[in-house]
Structure formats: C-alpha cells, structure tokens
C-alpha cells in the first residue's frame, strides 16, 4: 500500500459538510455532503455551511485554510476543502489547525495558472472549539495518483531528493524527487521519440514541490528552511509533512515546518591521470567595467567593482582548483587583449601565486558579439604552437560565438593537440522564427542554427585551419544543447568526432541542472586519432548543484562555490 488515511477521532465524526437550502442565518432542513464531493464540484450551488477540522492556516499567504473531515468512505475522493478567506475576515479567537470549525459561503473556482482550485469562499467563519488535530495521510512510496489526496494534510514517509532550487528565492519553491536526481530527457534519449517522451513523463510523475504557503514573490525567509542554508541539488529530505495542492501545473506540498534536510556533500576538486589537462569553463559573464575599477553596472555581469572582484576571486578558485595546463573559456567580455580587457585581468589575478598564465591574441573578437570565447593556458608547461585561427560568417557572430582554435605541444614534447573553444546559440526564443522556433521535441528554440553551427564547425576543422595535420583535435566547451540533441548527435554520428566522457566510460555525467533536471550543455568531442591519447574525464560540480545564493551576488560563499551557472570540465591526455 502506498499510503493509508487515519480517521478524526471523536466529535469530528460528526456531519461535516451541509447544504443550506435558506440564508446562512435562517437554515432550514439541511442537506448532508461530504468535504471530498465539494472539492470536487460536486455538490449543488448556493449557500453552504461546512465543518471540519482545521488543518492548515495560510490566510496571510495564500488567502485561505484547509478543513478536512472524517471521509465519505470513497478512496478516490479527497476529504478535504480549501476555504477561501483572507485575514481581514474575522474569526473566532484560538482559530487555527487543530480547531474544528464552521464556515459558511458559497462554492467558487479559483484560478491557479492552468490549474483551477475548488473551494467555499467564506462569508463567515465559527462557530469552532478545540478539537484533536487532524493526523496526516502517511505516503510511504509515490502513489498512482495524487487527486484522491488533494488538499488533505499528508507525511512523505519516503526520503526526497532535491533536484532544483531554481525557484526558491523567487517564489519559495524547492523541487524534490520520489527517484532520485532527474535527468532532461535528451541527455538520455532522442527527442521526439517514445522514449524522450516516456522519459519526460516519468519526470513529471516522480516531481513534487515544496511549497512556503505564499504566493509572495521574492520572500525574505523561507520558514520551513529554519536556519539551514539553501541546500544543493542531491540532498536528502525526511518527513515532509503539510497540505497536498496542485498549482500553477505541478503538485505541492504547502511546508509548514522545518524540514529534515540530510545535506549533498561538496566534491573536492577533480583529479584525471595524463601528462596535459585541458579544461573547459563557462564564466558566467566575467565583465570588468572599464577595466580600471569604474563603468559598472555593464551589460551583463556583475553590477558593482567589488562584486566583480567577488566573481573574480571565484573564478580563480575554480581555475586553480582544476590545475589544468589549457583552459577554454566561454562568457567573457568582448572587449580586446589590453591590460583593462577581462581576459587579461583573469590572467593578471591567476599569476598572482607566480603562475605563469598566457591568454591566446586572436587580434580582434573573436567575432563582434558582446561576448567571446577565450583560450588561456600555462606558458610554464605548454607552447602555443604557429598562429590561431577563427571561423566567422554563417550563424558564427550574432548567433553562435565565433570559435577560437590553437595548436599546443606540451614543453619538451613534440606530439601537438589543436584545441578549439566552442559556444553555440542558447535555446532562448527571442527572435526564434521559422526552423528556429521551438519545435515542441524538447531542444527548445535555435535548434536548427545549432545544429548548422556543428556542421560548418566540422566542416572548417577539416581544413586544418591551424595547421596542425595530424589531426588530433579536441572541440569543446558550451554547445547549449544536451547530448543527444541533433548537433551533438549529429557530430558523433556523422561527424565521426567521439564524446570524451563516453570515450573515459563516465555513467551518467552533468554539467547544468535547469528547472530541476540535470544534463550537459558543456561537451568535449574528440577525433578519432586523439582517443587513444585520452586518461581521464571528469567535470567538478562546484556549480550546476549549487544554489544561486551561495554565488558572488548573494551571500558569497568562499571558494569557487557558485563560481558559474555551469559546472566545468578537465581531461587528461597522454601525448
């Protein structure tokens, strides 16, 4: 069984839900109805006069509170009604959960987003009297259906895995799951099949919010967080207790009290066997003003000089913690390689240890978008070899970012890897028309530029525009599309080019979490002739689980915690 109910003991047994068939103050010969038959609409319209126990008080919040009774003796209907009142309605003195209570008003339909919510809205309320509280339906696994508990009190008996926090600071919302971290459906399988969509499905069924009982935007404190910080994607929630809802498209359990959170450890920072490491870095929009400590607020980014600095402190914390030789960098300013541009002071703050960081001169841009890719690398352990080289026109400039390809030989070698830094058009929808537009499979909006992007990228390294033949080329960086996504599929299937994850046997791999689901935007694709050379792959999650506040804009946690929205990603070679 996946979930058992526990009668009201005593006088809640009584009749719990009347028909007025005269005005409130003038009732005569009553008509019996059951809390459950009225969330669902069921009862005749007019005056009503209800009773129950209260069980959840969110007048303040959400205007109203929750009554429940003893059952109809019907599983698949709620014993439970939403009564809409706001604070200024008066009530008896004490009233709240545990009280049981009267209310009289008329059944209304409440709009939710795409939901609609059934319940009395008060004319008044009371008489009430002390009552014992209402016990919550224990759900021991994810049942079959929610309807039959809408609005109930129910105890999540099962531990929840949170998957997102995207929603919390905004609207109070932590997402958890009954099965654990949720995966977007094309990380997995190809969108528009019956797989994407069962994997879809699955998702929506196995997702639950928890709820602050408000509607407020941008809450000051989330109360049933108590003082626990906000916690990262992977942590484990223990009895979840409070009212089943369904709003604004998805099932919630407005929390009353703190939860039981088992915290998601923080990972030490990657380690992959080989003689070169490359990494690969979504920055996040590293933007420094005008380079001399004013021009702030700038286009993106941070919007003071000493926020920039927090960002930049975060940033070299990441970097060092990786260790790499070579780095491509995405998201940073368009503005030149001068001593005030933002490649040359994330250089400037990385050698301030005595390391020995070059940043890559590609003479302008590249491209003329506001933001580029970079290339850095450490000039004690490898030699940027010959000129690099960068391919414009086509969806590379305004759309896709113009990407950035440099031939290296590690010091003392003579084997050269030619590593291209990549950073292809998001999925958002301004300005997305015709083959561009959302298709409804999943890939979201530019889907058709990205995947000519990943064509004419394939195209142009088979050329040899650096001039390195021996073919051993690593792309990586963030092609804003999940693994199996038409450019990504397109480039290992048709391209020949091989996914350094899969390649190093990694199950499972994420670098981005998005409206609670976790994938990878952030890709490295090998040829052919270099996955023999490859050790090791790993991506360091200091990022994508982590909660938006720990980053330099909200409490600023210390070390590279929230350095970046994308998680970022280290190979190792063996040349």
Known sequence: MQYRRRSLPGPARLLLATLLLAPPLALAGPASSALGSLARGEAPTGPLRV??????????????????????????????????????????????????????????????????????????????????????????????????????????????????????????????????????PSEIALPGTPEHARLAAANARQRLLLD?????????????????????VGSIVQGVEGILERRHGSWRIQVEQPLQLQAAGRPQPPRVPGTLKVAAFNLENLFNGDGRGGGFPTKRGARTHAAMQAQLAKLVATVHGLDPDIAALMELENDGYGPESSIAQLVDALNADGAQWRFVDAGHGPGGDTIRVGLIYRADRVVARGEPAVLEGGPFGERSRVPLAQAFVRKGGKRDLVVVANHLKSK??????????????????????????????????????????????????????????????????????????????????????????????????????LVPALRGAAEWHVNADEPDDAGYAGRNEPGPWRSSDHDPLLLGFDL
């Open 51 to 184: 009773e129950g126990v209260v069980t959840g008080d969110f007048r303040a919040g959400l205007g109203g509170f929750y009554l429940q009774d003893a059952g109809d003796s019907d599983p698949a209907t709620p014993d439970a009604l939403l009564v809409q009142a706001g604070p200024e309605l008066a009530v008896p003195p004490g009233f709240g959960p545990g009280m049981h209570c009267q209310a009289s008003g008329e059944l209304v339909e409440l709009r939710a987003g795409a939901d609609r919510l059934r319940a009395l809205a008060a004319a008044s309320i009371g008489p009430c009297r002390a009552a014992v509280p209402a016990e919550p339906v224990r759900v021991s696994a994810l049942p079959s259906s929610w309807e039959p508990l809408e609005g109930m009190r129910v105890r999540i008996e099962a531990p929840l895995t949170v998957t997102g926090t995207h929603a919390l600071e905004r609207y109070g919302e932590l997402t958890v799951s009954f099965a654990g971290r949720q995966w977007q």
């Open 212 to 232: 602050d009982g408000s509607g407020q935007r941008d809450p000051q404190s989330i109360p049933y967080l108590g003082e626990a910080s906000t916690p990262r």
């Open 428 to 529: 958002g929808c301004s300005e997305a028309t015709g083959a561009d537009a959302d298709r409804g499979d999943g890939q979201g909006c530019w889907n058709a530029l990205r995947t000519d992007s990943a064509r004419r990228l394939h195209a142009w390294l088979k050329t040899h525009p650096v001039g390195s033949r021996a073919g051993r080329v690593v792309m990586l960086g963030d092609f804003n599309a999940y693994a199996m996504e038409d450019p990504l599929h397109w480039l290992r299937s048709e391209g020949g080019w091989v996914d350094a994850f899969a390649a190093a046997g990694i199950e499972r791999p994420w670098s981005y979490v998005y409206d609670g689901l976790s994938g990878r935007l952030d890709h490295a694709l090998l040829s052919p002739s």
